[in-house]
Nanobody
Framework: QVQLVESGGGLVQAGGSLRLSCAFSGRTFSSYDMGWFRQAPGKERVFVSRISRGGGDPDYAGSVKGRFTISRDNAKGTVYLQMNSLRPEDTAVYYC???????????????????WGQGTQVTVSS
């Protein structure tokens, strides 16, 4: 079945940048909308960003808009999250998720997605 593997997390100073990658395998990548979520200790998993099958209609949580950019390379089967101007409150485990999206619907809830990666830790220090 579908497998998702995140990479690129790490420790970065406030104001710095990281680029997360998520490698997709097992099915046709271009058939899936892709999302990024994050979860801080003691908090629920929340929506960060989403990109449609063909790379259009990107969307972002208000807390990251203007700082993060989602993109995908369908030839490589990879979705990216470029994170700039990082803040301590961005510290969380970041997860990528795949949505077969057989119909147009919601994409900001964890339950909207069919497959999940294992997560990668992002820690932003001051």
């Amino acid at each position: 079945q579908v497998q998702l593997v995140e990479s690129g997390g790490g420790l970065v100073q406030a104001g710095g940048s990281l680029r997360l990658s998520c490698a997709f395998s097992g099915r046709t990548f271009s058939s899936y909308d892709m999302g990024w979520f994050r979860q801080a200790p003691g908090k629920e998993r929340v929506f960060v960003s989403r990109i449609s099958r063909g790379g259009g209609d990107p969307d972002y949580a208000g807390s990251v808009k203007g700082r993060f950019t989602i993109s995908r390379d369908n030839a490589k089967g990879t979705v990216y999250l470029q994170m700039n101007s990082l803040r301590p409150e961005d510290t969380a485990v970041y997860y990528c998720a795949a949505d077969r999206a057989l119909y147009t619907g919601s994409y900001t809830r964890a339950s909207d997605y069919d497959y999940w990666g294992q997560g990668t830790q992002v820690t932003v220090s001051s």
